[in-house]
C-alpha cells in the first residue's frame, strides 16, 4: 500500500505573489508572443511617423529660415527707400512684399508681410488695399500685439473710403476684442466720432462719456468733454 503523501499546514505554504508591475510586464510579454505579426507592423508604423515627424520639422524649419531672410532683406530696403522718399525704389519694395505674400504660406514673416504692406498702402492713401490687408493680418494672428492698431487703421480706411457702416463693424469688433488693449481710449473716441457722423447720439455721448470716465488721463479725454459740451451732455 502506497504511503500517503502529507500535505503541508496552510500555514507552511509559500506562495509567490506579483506586484502591479511585474504582472503588467507578464501580460504583455504574452500578448508579444501571441500578437508577434500585429506588434512588428505597430512599431513599423511608428516608426514611419516619427521619420515624416522629424522630416516635417526639418522642412518646415529650413522654410522659416529662408523666409525670414527674405523678408528681412525687403525690410532693409524699405528702411533705405524712406529715408531717401525715392518712390520708384518703394513701388519696388511693394512688388517684393506682394511676391513675398504670395510665396510664402506661414510663420511671423509671412503675417508681417500683409501688416507692413497694409500699413505701406495707408501711407500712400490706397484705403482699399489697406484696408484688406489689416484686416487679413487681424484675422489670422488675432492673438497679437499688432492686431488691434492693424483694425484700427482698416476702420479708419473704411472712413477715408466713406464706408461707415464698415468702420463701425470694425469698431464694434475692436471694442469686444481689444477692450483692455493700449489704444482702447483711441478706439472708443473713433467709435463715439463715427457714431456721430451717423447720427447715432446716443452711443456718441456713451463712448465719449466712457473714455472721461475710464481714461481720464489720457489725450483723448479733453476732445471727448469738449464734443460731449457740444452735444449737450450733461
Same mark, same amino acid.
Given at each position: 500500500?502506497?504511503? *500517503?503523501?502529507?500535505?503541508?499546514?496552510?500555514?507552511?505554504? +509559500?506562495?509567490?505573489?506579483?506586484?502591479?508591475?511585474?504582472?503588467?510586464?507578464?501580460?504583455? *510579454?504574452?500578448? @508579444?508572443?501571441?500578437?508577434?505579426?500585429? @506588434?512588428?507592423?505597430?512599431?513599423?508604423?511608428?516608426?514611419?511617423?516619427? @521619420?515624416? +515627424?522629424?522630416?516635417?520639422?526639418?522642412?518646415?524649419?529650413?522654410?522659416?529660415?529662408?523666409?525670414?531672410?527674405?523678408?528681412?532683406?525687403?525690410?532693409?530696403?524699405?528702411?533705405?527707400?524712406?529715408?531717401?522718399?525715392?518712390?520708384?525704389?518703394?513701388?519696388? @519694395?511693394?512688388?517684393?512684399?506682394?511676391?513675398?505674400? /504670395?510665396?510664402?504660406?506661414?510663420?511671423?514673416?509671412? !503675417?508681417?508681410? $500683409? %501688416?507692413?504692406?497694409?500699413?505701406? $498702402?495707408?501711407?500712400?492713401?490706397?484705403?482699399? *488695399?489697406?484696408?484688406?490687408?489689416?484686416?487679413?493680418?487681424?484675422?489670422?494672428?488675432?492673438?497679437?500685439?499688432?492686431?488691434?492698431?492693424?483694425?484700427?487703421?482698416?476702420?479708419?480706411?473704411?472712413?477715408?473710403?466713406?464706408?461707415?457702416?464698415?468702420?463701425?463693424?470694425?469698431?464694434?469688433?475692436?471694442? /469686444?476684442?481689444?477692450?483692455?488693449?493700449?489704444?482702447? /481710449?483711441?478706439?472708443?473716441?473713433?467709435?463715439?466720432?463715427?457714431?456721430? *457722423?451717423?447720427?447715432?447720439?446716443?452711443?456718441?455721448?456713451? %463712448? $465719449?462719456?466712457?473714455?472721461?470716465?475710464?481714461?481720464?488721463?489720457?489725450?483723448?479725454?479733453?476732445?471727448?468733454? !469738449?464734443?460731449?459740451?457740444?452735444?449737450?451732455?450733461?
Amino acid at each position: 500500500m502506497a504511503r *500517503k503523501r502529507r500535505q503541508r499546514p496552510e500555514s507552511d505554504r +509559500i506562495e509567490i505573489e506579483r506586484n502591479i508591475i511585474e504582472r503588467s510586464l507578464m501580460q504583455a *510579454k504574452s500578448f @508579444v508572443r501571441n500578437n508577434r505579426k500585429l @506588434v512588428l507592423n505597430s512599431f513599423l508604423g511608428l516608426l514611419v511617423l516619427a @521619420v515624416v +515627424i522629424i522630416a516635417a520639422l526639418f522642412i518646415i524649419d529650413t522654410i522659416e529660415n529662408r523666409d525670414q531672410k527674405r523678408f528681412e532683406k525687403i525690410m532693409r530696403e524699405y528702411a533705405e527707400y524712406s529715408s531717401t522718399g525715392n518712390r520708384e525704389n518703394m513701388k519696388r @519694395v511693394v512688388r517684393d512684399l506682394e511676391q513675398f505674400i /504670395d510665396t510664402s504660406y506661414f510663420g511671423f514673416p509671412h !503675417a508681417m508681410g $500683409y %501688416y507692413v504692406l497694409g500699413n505701406i $498702402y495707408f501711407d500712400e492713401k490706397d484705403y482699399k *488695399k489697406a484696408r484688406q490687408l489689416l484686416r487679413r493680418y487681424a484675422d489670422r494672428h488675432a492673438s497679437s500685439l499688432l492686431a488691434a492698431i492693424a483694425l484700427l487703421k482698416a476702420a479708419i480706411a473704411c472712413e477715408e473710403m466713406n464706408d461707415l457702416k464698415s468702420a463701425l463693424g470694425i469698431y464694434r469688433r475692436l471694442e /469686444d476684442d481689444y477692450a483692455d488693449s493700449v489704444i482702447a /481710449d483711441q478706439i472708443y473716441f473713433n467709435f463715439a466720432r463715427v457714431s456721430g *457722423k451717423t447720427n447715432d447720439m446716443v452711443n456718441a455721448r456713451r %463712448y $465719449y462719456n466712457k473714455i472721461v470716465s475710464s481714461f481720464p488721463d489720457s489725450s483723448f479725454a479733453a476732445a471727448a468733454r !469738449a464734443r460731449l459740451f457740444m452735444l449737450g451732455a450733461r
